[in-house]
C-alpha cells in the first residue's frame, strides 16, 4: 500500500461480489477514472453472502456484510470499500472513516408482484402471502396489514425474483434502488407511500469507506464522489441507528429528506415483529442539527414504547438486557 501521504495508483476498489454490489462498485470506479484515476476492483466475499440458508437477523452480527471489507481496508489489500449505506453498522470500526455518501437513489421499498398478481399492495387477497428478508419491512407489513403472511427470503435480487416466479407467493419487497440499478424497474409494481412502510436508514445511498489515516484517498473519494445533502440527510438517519442501536437485526426504519430550502424533515418508525404495535413520529430541523434530531427521535420512540420492543426482539435472541432502555 502506499504511504499515506500519497494517491495509490491503482486506487483497489473492495466490494462484494453481487451483480448489484459490482454495479455500485463499478459506478463509483467511473467517476474516479473520469477524474484520471486509474482504479481497479477487488471482489470480496463476506459472511452474510456465505451464509444463505439463515436470515440475517439471526446471524447475529450488525458488520455481516462488512467486516471482511473492513479487514481489507485495514490491512490495506484494498484502499477504498463500497458498500450500501443500508449496510454499514451503527459504528464504523476503528482505524476506518465512511469518506463520502453518493447522491442517493429513490430510497423507497417497492412491491414486486407475483406475474399472476395483477394488483398492488392494497389489493392483495386476505391472508395473502409475502416475501421479505427484512424484519423492518414485515413488521411495518403487519402493522398495516395484520392479515398479511409474511415468509423469509434470501438471496441476491435476481436470485429472490427467480424464487418469487417459482413460488406461490403474491408478491415481495425488495428496495427501488436496487431494482432501478439493475433494469429491472419493470418488474416494480408500485413503490411502497412511506407512511405505509419508512425505509432503511441509508438505503438508496452508498457508502464510500477507507483508512482513516489514508488522507489522501479520503480527500480524493470525498472530493468526487460525496453528495452533501444526501450526507446531511443520512447522517440524521444514523444518528438515530445509533442511538437505537439498530440495524438488519430490529424492525426500525428512518427516513430524511431537504423538504425545504434549509429545512430538512426526518420520519422514523419503530414496530414489533408481529405489527401489533409500532411506533412513529418525525422531526423537521435545520442542517447543522443533524446529529441532535436523529438522536432526539430515537429518544422519543424509544421512550414511548420502542425501548420494550427492541429489549424483547434481543432478550429473546440474547438471554441478556438489551441496552436500548433510555
Request: charged content about 25%; overall charge negative; some cysteine.
Amino acid at each position: 500500500m502506499s504511504p499515506p501521504s500519497s494517491l495509490p495508483d491503482p486506487i483497489v476498489l473492495g466490494t462484494r461480489g453481487s451483480e448489484l454490489a459490482l454495479w455500485q462498485a463499478n459506478h463509483v470506479r467511473s467517476k474516479l477514472e473520469a477524474d484520471g484515476h486509474r482504479v481497479d476492483i477487488e471482489e470480496i466475499s463476506t459472511r452474510g453472502d456465505r451464509v444463505q440458508d439463515v436470515p440475517i437477523s439471526e446471524i447475529g452480527d450488525e458488520a455481516v456484510f462488512t467486516q471482511e471489507l473492513d479487514r481489507a481496508l485495514l490491512t490495506g489489500d484494498i484502499h477504498v470499500a463500497v458498500h450500501s449505506l443500508k449496510d454499514l453498522p451503527s459504528r464504523i470500526p476503528e482505524g476506518l472513516t465512511l469518506a463520502a455518501v453518493s447522491d442517493r437513489e429513490v430510497p423507497l421499498d417497492a412491491f414486486v408482484a407475483h406475474p399472476s398478481f395483477d394488483g398492488t399492495l392494497r389489493d392483495l387477497p386476505h391472508g395473502a402471502t409475502v416475501a421479505t428478508a427484512s424484519l423492518r419491512r414485515k413488521a411495518q407489513l403487519r402493522a398495516w396489514r395484520p392479515d398479511i403472511n409474511v415468509v423469509p427470503v434470501r438471496g441476491n435480487v435476481d436470485t429472490r425474483l427467480e424464487k418469487l416466479d417459482r413460488s406461490d407467493w403474491a408478491g415481495m419487497i425488495l428496495a427501488t434502488a436496487g431494482l432501478l440499478r439493475m433494469g429491472l424497474s419493470a418488474r416494480i409494481r408500485e413503490r411502497i407511500d412511506p407512511q405505509v412502510m419508512v425505509p432503511a436508514v441509508g438505503q438508496g445511498a452508498l457508502g464510500i469507506a477507507c483508512a482513516d489515516d489514508h488522507r489522501a484517498v479520503r480527500n480524493t473519494v470525498r472530493t468526487i464522489i460525496h453528495h452533501e445533502v444526501t450526507g446531511l440527510c443520512t447522517a440524521a438517519e444514523r444518528a438515530f441507528l445509533q442511538r437505537t442501536g439498530g440495524g438488519c437485526q430490529v424492525p426500525m426504519g428512518a427516513w430524511a429528506r431537504m423538504v425545504d430550502d434549509g429545512v430538512l424533515r426526518l420520519d422514523a418508525c419503530i414496530a414489533s415483529l408481529d405489527g401489533d404495535e409500532a411506533f412513529r413520529d418525525h422531526r423537521t430541523f435545520a442542517p447543522d442539527e443533524v446529529t441532535e434530531a436523529g438522536t432526539a427521535l430515537a429518544e422519543d420512540l424509544l421512550q414511548r414504547g420502542g425501548a420494550e420492543i427492541l429489549d424483547e426482539i434481543l432478550g429473546d435472541r440474547n438471554q441478556q438486557r438489551s441496552p436500548f432502555q433510555p
